[in-house]
């Protein structure tokens, strides 16, 4: 996904909007807004620029417009975090591991799901 980079704000209420479904902006300004103490103006603003952006696709229905994500939550975070590694490391994913091993507070769940990606990572590559 080739897009022009978010802000912070804007990554957060495409977050809320992917994990919420078709919103109208009436919607996301009331719970999205409100958490945020946003009015609904910049609410409709934002999910204007996402419009614009590509991140976000909107439908008229009974005369309001509904917003919903472009991407599933899953593609949206893989999007985010190769932004955030673009942007921050010049594309390096080590550092981002080297937190990971540092970070004595990773789950073993959590531990178990890293195993079985750089497997995964692993198989492709063979």
Known sequence: MTRQPLGEQETA???FIAEHGAISVGE???VYGGRQG???TTVLTEMERLRKKG???RVKELGVYRYR???STAELHHHLVGDFAERMFGGSIQPLVAYLVENP???DDELNELRALV???D????
């Open 119 to 121: 497997e995964g990572l």
């Open 105 to 107: 507070q990773v789950s």
């Open 28 to 30: 996301a300004a009331e």
């Open 69 to 71: 994500s472009c991407f």
């Open 123 to 126: 198989n492709k590559r063979r």
């Open 13 to 15: 209420l495409l977050r």
């Open 38 to 40: 946003l009015a609904r």
């Open 55 to 57: 991140y976000l696709s």
